[in-house]
Every structure is written in C-alpha cells, then in structure tokens.
C-alpha cells in the first residue's frame, strides 16, 4: 500500500474551509459562528445601557396595543358563531333578562376567552347561554343576601329571634304616630266600612311566638285587654242561623204535589213540604219518560231523576218502583255516554237486587261484567264473575258478556268483532266506548300479519265497521291517508307501512282510561 506521505497530492493545500474541519490543530467548528455573534455584540460596556434603553420606552405598548386590532380581523370559529346566535334564537330568551345584558355578558365572555387564547379550546356547544350565566349569577348573589336575612331572624341556634323582631315591628308601629292608631289591624285601615273582622277571634295556640318580657308595656296591655274583650263577648257576632226543621227519627214523609222539581244537593235535614211522596214520583217518572221520547233534553232529564232519587232516598222507598226508576235512568244515562250517573246508579241497583225487589238484575249484570271490560278493572270482575251462578251464566246477555271477557284475553279479535254486531239489550253502548282501542290493536296484529298489502274490505270485515267509508275514515283519523291505493282489484291498505303509526295509536289508547266518564 502507498503511504500518503508519498503520494503526488501530498503537497497539494487543501481548499479553504476544509482544514477546520479535518485538522486536528484548528478550532471547533463552532469558531466561525461566534465570530458572527461578536460583530453584533460590540465589547464595550457604555453600549449596553443604550440597548436596554431602547428596549424599555414605549415600543411594547403599541404592540400589545395593535394585538386586538388584528384579532378583530381574524374570522371567528364556527363554534363561537354558532353560540352567539343560539344566544339569540326566540325559544332561548329570558323574560327576565334584558337584550342588553345578554350582548354585555356575551362580548365579555367572548373577549376573555379571545385574550386567554381559549377559543378553539371551550366547547361552545355545551357553554351555558349569557342569559343562564345572569340568571345563575343573580341567584348566587340572592343567597348571602337570604342567609343574612335568616341570621337576622334566628337566634344562633336554629331557633327564631322573636325579640328582635318585635323590636322590629314595634319601630315600625313608633314611625306611625299615635299608640292608638298603631295597634289598629293594617286591613282595618283600608277597609274601615267591613265589620267581618270585628267577628274574628284569634287562639293563644295559634301564636306560639309571644315574649313575655313585653307584656309589661303600655302598648302590649291594651292588646292583651282587646284580646280579653273578644273572649268575653265583647265582640259577639250578629249572625242568627235560619230556623231548621228538628231532625225526626223516622222517615220523611212528603207533602209536596209538584211533579217536576229541580235537583238540590241537600245541606240540611229534608223539608217534608219539599219532598214528594211516592205517588207523585209515580207520575212524574210517567211524565218524564214522554218528554224524553219527544224532546230528548238529556240535561232536563238528568237533573230530574236526581231530583226523584233524593226524594225516595230520604224517604227510605225501596221497593219495585225504585228499582224501575234507577234502571230507567241507568239505560238514559248509558245511550248518552254519561258513566258517572250510570256508575251510580249501578251501584245501588246492586244493592236493591240483593234485597230481591224485582228489577232485570241479569241485563245489568251483564252491564256491570262489559263495564270493567272498559276500565279494566280486573279485580273488580273477578268479584263479578264468582257472584255468578249456574244458571246466570246460561242467560244470553251474561254469556255474551262472558264470550266477550273471553275473546279479548285470547287477542281473538275476529270472535271479538263479531260479538260487537250482535250485543244485546243496550250493551253495545258500553262496548262502544272501548271497540275503538281494540280495533287498534287488531290493526296493529294485522299489520305485522299481512304484508305487503290488504284490500280495504277485508279490514272492515274483521273490524266490524259498517261500511268500507267508515274504515277509511277510522284510518284516516290517525293520519294514515298514504296508507291507501288504488289498484286493479280495489281500494287497498298498505299495512306493511302501517305497524308503527297504529302501534303508537294503540299504547295510547291503553295508557288512559277515564273511569269516572262524568258528564
């Protein structure tokens, strides 16, 4: 190998520049780097105080000064602008906030945030509004405000300063004038022509907080011998009470000849000369039963067997005719929806047909089964239902009340349906009032039988309506108008849309049951 002592090239100087970097006898690289640090830092001493001199004047407040300027310019963040005008939005504002201190709480919110360089940091969305930060803000300066009020009041220990306060009040009397007009009441001074006050009376019980260490002043005396005078008979009301009848032991007996008489709820013991004996009953339940057959009044005549109710009720009538006039009313009140005075009346017919007092006790009883149908009340008709007997449950309104129990808690609403179109006697008025909510469901289990689509007459076969017409209005009212096609074959429903809509429409209708029905 050739020693490079002896090389050609061996006398040849290197470039400029490179013998720093491979010379072992040359300085660190870093020589050449702070010659240029000393061109600009000059060694003697008098230069320095200058430096700093023209580091400290003014020149950092104009900076600091022109910051905000060019914030001002910079587009604001999505977030920011979405909060500002959510601020704003009608469904935000506050009626006891003013527009004005939402814009002052909103620029100062937004100009700390902008100064703390916070506002791609805050999360916007959640940020309360600048109308919750004032409200929030008042109720927290509203609590040590209360909490001195209670400390004025309470006397350390958790019980009231009753001393202090009538310290209080007594300050507040001396502003007034006089001694004499200060205890007059504060009503009494604006109402001085009423004398209902002059008949109220007060009870030591009723004002617990009295200090004792007053009753030795003029002005508590004289209350106190106010007082006394109102428990003495000082103030004696001037109210007589109108003369009643004296209560008898027996029945009351009626003397009044009126066939039609208003209902009054009575307050006192009956007035025989205001009750009308059972023949006159007789001909009004006679006169009332041809005016509803040609005028109709429900109204009139709801008042009117009240009225005669009362009468046999105080005159303790039970017997046939009785029960001829609750049943006649319970039909009445049952064609006209009126479940509060059907319910009523139910309820003491139940009583008279255990007396054996004559009456159609199957027809209501079959009422009573079809009626906790409707409010579901099963307890109640699990009672009904053991009352039974053998021969009861062969009676054809009983069993048809029974099949109907029977195919609702089966969810066979076909059976159900076809029950509804052949009800007797007057149960169809109280199936009526809850045929909607099961068609409901029916529909709903049709929906998720029958898909894509069915025709419209088959809905209203196994919903039993009356006419394809009604089907489509029934459909119509829980906004299923898209629901129904045109085709080749007739009108159709399209149910494999529908599950949802009635779905919802049934749990509410199951949700709520008016059991009362009050008119």
């Not at 109709?296 to 008042?303: A, P, Q």
Request: hydrophobic content about 30%.
């Amino acid at each position: 190998m050739y020693s490079t002592m002896n090389a050609p090239w061996a006398n040849v100087p290197p470039p400029p520049g490179t013998t720093g970097q491979y010379g072992f006898p040359q300085n660190p690289p870093a020589y050449h780097p702070v010659q240029v640090r000393q061109a600009f830092n000059p060694p003697p001493l008098h230069y320095i105080p200058m430096v700093q001199q023209q580091q400290f004047p003014p020149p950092p407040p104009p900076k600091l000064a022109e910051a905000p300027a060019q914030r001002k310019k910079i587009d604001w963040p999505q977030p920011v602008r979405n909060y500002v005008q959510r601020s704003f939005e009608p469904q935000n504002l506050l009626d006891d906030v003013l527009r004005a201190d939402m814009e002052v709480k909103l620029k100062a919110t937004i100009t700390r945030a902008s100064d703390n360089n916070t506002l791609e940091t805050i999360d916007w969305d959640n940020l309360p509004l600048p109308q919750h930060m004032i409200r929030a803000e008042r109720a927290q300066a509203a609590i040590p405000w209360q909490q001195q009020s209670v400390d004025l009041h309470m006397g350390g220990n958790g019980q009231i300063n009753t001393r202090d306060v009538n310290m209080k009040k007594r300050k507040s009397q001396e502003i007034g004038g006089d001694e004499d007009s200060n205890s007059t009441l504060p009503w009494r001074t604006t109402n001085t022509r009423n004398a209902l006050e002059d008949r109220i009376t007060f009870d030591k019980r009723q004002q617990p907080f009295h200090d004792d260490a007053h009753k030795g002043t003029s002005k508590s005396q004289k209350n106190l011998e106010k007082r006394q005078k109102r428990f003495d008979g000082g103030y004696k009301s001037t109210y007589k009470p109108s003369p009643s009848p004296e209560p008898t032991s027996g029945p009351v007996v009626g003397t009044c000849q009126v066939l039609e008489k208003q209902y009054f709820r009575l307050t006192s013991a009956p007035n025989p000369s205001q009750v009308r004996p059972e023949p006159i009953l007789r001909q009004t339940l006679d006169l009332l039963k041809k005016k509803w057959k040609k005028e109709g009044n429900y109204g009139y005549i709801c008042d009117q067997f009240k009225s005669m109710r009362q009468d046999l009720t105080v005159q303790r009538i039970k017997n046939e005719f009785t029960v001829t006039v609750y049943e006649i009313h319970a039909r009445i009140a049952l064609e006209k929806g009126d479940l509060g005075e059907y319910n009523q009346c139910q309820t003491q017919l139940r009583a008279l047909y255990a007396q054996k007092l004559g009456g159609n006790p199957v027809e209501f009883k079959a009422y009573r089964i079809l009626y906790f149908i409707h409010t579901s009340n099963r307890t109640a008709l699990n009672d009904v239902l053991a009352d039974l007997t053998t021969a009861e449950k062969e009676e054809k309104a009983i069993k048809h009340a029974l099949d109907v129990r029977s195919a609702l808690a089966l969810g066979n609403y076909h059976r159900f349906f076809r029950l509804y179109l052949d009800t007797p006697n007057m149960g169809a008025y109280l199936m009526d009032m809850f045929v909607v909510r099961e068609r409901l469901a029916a529909l709903s289990n049709i929906c998720r039988a029958y898909k894509p689509d069915v025709k419209l007459r088959f809905i209203t076969e196994e919903l039993g309506f009356e006419s394809d017409g009604d089907a489509a209005q029934f459909i119509f009212d829980y906004k299923g108008q898209h629901l129904l096609e045109e085709k080749e074959d007739g009108l159709r429903f399209i149910s494999g849309k529908a599950g949802q809509i009635f779905e919802a429409a049934k749990k509410q209708a199951f949700g709520k049951i008016d059991i009362k029905g009050q008119i």
